[in-house]
Antibody
Framework: EVQVLEAGGGLVQPGGSLRLSCAASGFTFRSYAMSWVRQAPGKGLEWVSAISGNGGSTYYADSVKGRFTISRDNSKNTLYLQMNSLRAEDTAIYYC??????????????WGQGTTVTVSS | QTVVTQEPSLTVSPGGTVTLTCASN?????????PNWFQQKPGQAPRALIYSTSKKHSWTPARFSGSLLGGKAALTLSGVQPEDEADYYCLLYYGAAWVFGGGTKLTVL
């Protein structure tokens, strides 16, 4: 079964850092782009970042550019999101999603259940 | 600031047809925006429905279809079922960045 499972969420103070991970199984991880999407409490979806299958191309929303870094370890079938300089507005459920293509086009066919990040003092 | 606009809410009767739209403040939405559509029910992760304007995933029910309509991306549900009550989001491509619309809450009543 094709699955992605997020981990690493939690409570962090403003200005702090957190690293999310997404473990993939059931498919050839290196062949597909991956992405992160977040959803603040009671709000809509916000695309955050994406990375191509070989990790050579990365993409970021303006709201996180310079603070967040997406990466992947294809030997471990794992996607990461390093989040620095966190702000209260980064509070959200963070979803990991698999793309059905090697590069990212927004199709996101498989989603995890999300991990919650709360930025608060 | 790129803004993608969807109807905040729509209501449809069971068995009816409804069209949800997705507009961009940069101008007409074309196939080059690679419109994608997602469905989200309360407490659940989003589910992909349509990609690249009109292509369906293997699990997408036949009653869902995507198109371009009057300068917008559109998602049409024909023969609406009670289980189609959900939030629907479009996603557009802006050259190395993607932006979700604010979502449409579809009520089946």
């Amino acid at each position: 079964e094709v699955q992605v499972l997020e981990a690493g969420g939690g409570l962090v103070q403003p200005g702090g850092s957190l690293r999310l991970s997404c473990a993939a199984s059931g498919f050839t991880f290196r062949s597909y782009a991956m992405s992160w999407v977040r959803q603040a409490p009671g709000k809509g979806l916000e695309w955050v970042s994406a990375i191509s299958g070989n990790g050579g191309s990365t993409y970021y929303a303006d709201s996180v550019k310079g603070r967040f870094t997406i990466s992947r370890d294809n030997s471990k079938n794992t996607l990461y999101l390093q989040m620095n300089s966190l702000r209260a507005e980064d509070t959200a459920i963070y979803y990991c999603a698999k793309e059905p293509f090697t590069d990212f086009w927004g199709a996101m066919d498989v989603w995890g259940q999300g991990t919650t990040v709360t930025v608060s003092s | 600031q790129t803004v993608v606009t969807q109807e905040p809410s729509l209501t449809v009767s069971p068995g009816g047809t409804v069209t949800l739209t997705c507009a961009s403040n940069t101008g007409a939405v074309t196939s080059g925006y690679y419109p994608n559509w997602f469905q989200q029910k309360p407490g659940q992760a989003p589910r992909a429905l349509i990609y690249s304007t009109s292509k369906k995933h293997s699990w997408t029910p036949a009653r869902f279809s995507g198109s371009l309509l009057g300068g917008k991306a559109a998602l049409t549900l024909s023969g609406v079922q009670p289980e189609d009550e959900a939030d629907y989001y479009c996603l557009l491509y802006y050259g190395a960045a993607w932006v979700f619309g604010g979502g449409t809450k579809l009520t089946v009543l």
